[in-house]
């Protein structure tokens, strides 16, 4: 039996799926005005290992990856550069594909843009005005908290919001607190992006464009949604009203969230000045797949610190792995695999598993691997046959690992 923490109910639960072994998962996609880094990569390398063990437990995915190119920080950003937000946001999505590919993260079925789903964002927006979940005033519109009396039922925040948060205000309506932005008028500021829609001329809130893209592809009610934490509040949150106030539900069964990646104790950000990025470690010889190996030392809903002594520590743990397996696949002796090696298979094999149905308890099922590891390197006249049973128990892991070691 898999379990899974749910942010929603604050528990591990059974992992059940609505339609059997057909998988909805949305999720956030990273907001390409600049270059994701190495704490970004954490979070989508774990949803790339949810999904692969998914898809090894014998479920079929429906993955949606949104990206985010309409924002008030892109909008920014293109300004400063001098650049359409068009320019700006195909420049790093380019880049973003071109490191999830050096990661080997299985590409997602859809990857909608904002930009591209404009018609469904106005649309949802009449819909929740016409269900008196959303006002207009001067051409923005906002979503009423106060209708939703679930409102915090993610975070637990709820309507506390506004005593005391500090929030941006950009994106909330002053008087009323906590109510956020769905529709946002043209202003100055914003340019050339803008869209002509029912709603008047502006560009969609942040929130209601995941939202209405989830919709588009998975329905309005799916299994999964993910993100990091920071997407607990108030993106999610503000999500879950959307969706209610559209449907009369929650939207998605399960949310899962992976924690920060900490750099000498900070989280890792590039306004802080403390980013590294794929490249800065291709420069210092640690490869992506030991990146990987890295991030999954550590279960997902702890915070994990990057320094370059582990990051080094990886990459050899990596490279042994690599030599066992060009090991094994060298074996040439005859004969039966002995009990030995058919135990230890075994017993690695019913580890994998458990350590992951427990809620991805990747750093167990990382220790298991690298036990098979130490057992195949340790034995000299390892047979044919016996290097065959941990060659394909080792594919098997790396399966969902994706290391890439075969
Ligand atoms: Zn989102």
New binding site residues.
Partial sequence: MMRVFNTLSRRKEEFRPLRGKAVGIYT??PSVYQRPHIGNYRTYVFEDVFKRYLIWKGYHARHVM?L?DVENKAIAEARRQGKSLKELTSHYSRIFFSDIKKLDILPADFYPRASGTIPEIAGLVALLAKKGYAYEVGGDWYFDISKFRRYGMLSGLGHKIGKGRRISFDDYYKWQAGDFILWRRWREADGKAFWNTRLGKGRPGW?I??TAMGRKFLGDRFDVKM?GVD?IFC?HEN?IAQGWGASGRIFAKYFIHVKHLLINGRKMSKSLGNAIYLDDLGRRGIEPGALRLFYLTAHYRRRISFTWEKAKKAQERFGECRKCVGKLKAAKESGEAGKEARAAVEKARRSFEKAMDDDFQTQKAHDTACALVKFANGRDGLRKSEAALVLSAMRDFDRVFGLGLF
């Fill in positions: 956030c996609g949104n985010t929130s464009e995941c993100g997407n993106h999500e």
